[in-house]
T-cell receptor
Framework: SQQGEEDPQALSIQEGENATMNCSYKTSINNLQWYRQNSGRGLVHLIL?????REKHSGRLRVTLDTSKKSSSLLITASRAADTASYFCATGRFGETSGSRLTFGEGTQLTVNP | GAVVSQHPSWVICKSGTSVKIECRSL??????MFWYRQFPKQSLMLMATSNEGSKATYEQGVEKDKFLINHASLTLSTLTVTSAHPEDSSFYICSAPKYRGNEQFFGPGTRLTVL
């Protein structure tokens, strides 16, 4: 079964609006991470939230984690055209220390229109 | 942050040839590195875990004899795609954790096209 499913698959918004992406997973986790990927490039780490945390902020990013529902959300506030990218959630498995193997979600393609 | 580089950034080869991709951690040592494959408009799929000084660990369904991994030093892992075929064309990305328990740092990826 697929670990880390995200919705929506694609999201198109206007500059200045907020963008919310959701991620669901199936197994117990140590942590959940969000990454960003510009087209044809490597991934950039955005934020990590541990399984005992419920919410975390970093600049314009806000991540929530609900372990009872096995879901997480990434909110980007006051979006900019430069935020256009694919966003992936990734889970580190429970019982494995990290630098552990990550399982990636399907990703959300975010387009921010100027 | 930490820097991970990959070389080459892109490669085109003929079917049947072998291609080597390097992954280097530039400013930190990595006893573990990870290799992913990403097809167009899809997510990253973990192929294998590269372990310095020992054999790589492959994910289910990944042929270890086709995708040879060598973690020769604390800053270098190589992935060799042997006898490449068009279906091996993909974006190959490596990553390395700088610290245990924290995020991983990704290389910029290598675009492989097999003709």
């Amino acid at each position: 079964s697929q670990q880390g499913e995200e919705d929506p698959q694609a999201l198109s918004i206007q500059e200045g609006e907020n963008a919310t992406m959701n991620c669901s997973y199936k197994t117990s986790i140590n942590n959940l991470q969000w990454y960003r990927q510009n087209s044809g490039r490597g991934l950039v780490h955005l934020i990590l939230i541990r399984s005992n945390e419920r919410e975390k902020h970093s600049g314009r990013l806000r991540v929530t984690l609900d372990t009872s529902k096995k879901s997480s959300s990434l909110l980007i506030t006051a979006s900019r055209a430069a935020d256009t990218a694919s966003y992936f959630c990734a889970t580190g498995r429970f019982g494995e220390t990290s630098g552990s193997r990550l399982t990636f979600g399907e990703g959300t393609q975010l387009t921010v229109n100027p | 942050g930490a820097v991970v580089s990959q070389h080459p950034s892109w490669v085109i080869c003929k079917s049947g040839t072998s291609v080597k991709i390097e992954c280097r951690s530039l400013d930190f040592q990595a006893t573990t590195m990870f290799w992913y494959r990403q097809f167009p408009k899809q997510s990253l799929m973990l192929m294998a875990t590269s372990n310095e000084g020992s054999k790589a660990t492959y994910e289910q369904g990944v042929e270890k004899d086709k995708f040879l991994i060598n973690h020769a030093s604390l800053t270098l892992s190589t992935l060799t795609v042997t006898s490449a075929h068009p279906e091996d064309s993909s974006f190959y990305i490596c990553s390395a954790p700088k610290y245990r328990g924290n995020e991983q740092f990704f290389g910029p990826g290598t675009r492989l096209t097999v003709l």
